[in-house]
Nanobody, 123 residues
Framework: QVQLVESGGGSVQAGGSLRLSCAAS????????MGWFRQAPGKERDGVAV???????TYGDAVKGRFTISRDDAKNILYLQMNYLKPEDTAMYYC?????????????????WGQGTQVTVSS
């Protein structure tokens, strides 16, 4: 079993930055595919960024060039650096872990989920 706990959310003005963290416990996530998803009120949960165990990354079109996903396997922590934030980035952000990266940005690929951290961007 893997437990995931997100932190780092908050309120920021458009153009600002935030860094989200996701601490994993219970089992090592070194061999796992790790991702960030987000869900705005009334909308579906969308894939934001994914990193596999080799460090290869994939980003959703809406965040390419602005967000950076990284992982520290020694500490079992996943990060999401978010720059040039826009009001449309406002959402609950979730960390997720999967045994494979076959369907990287699809939530059905993921086996474990955190509780989420809220990000609010004002104009």
């Amino acid at each position: 079993q893997v437990q995931l706990v997100e932190s780092g959310g908050g309120s920021v003005q458009a153009g600002g930055s935030l860094r989200l963290s996701c601490a994993a416990s219970g089992s090592s996530v070194v061999r796992m595919c790790m991702g960030w998803f987000r869900q705005a009120p009334g909308k579906e949960r969308d894939g934001v960024a994914v990193i596999d165990r080799s460090g290869s990354t994939t980003y959703g079109d809406a965040v390419k060039g602005r967000f950076t996903i990284s992982r520290d396997d020694a500490k079992n922590i996943l990060y999401l650096q978010m720059n040039y934030l826009k009001p449309e980035d406002t959402a609950m952000y979730y960390c997720a872990a999967a045994f494979s990266c076959l369907r990287r940005l699809e939530q059905r690929n993921y086996n474990y989920w955190g509780q989420g951290t809220q990000v609010t961007v004002s104009s």
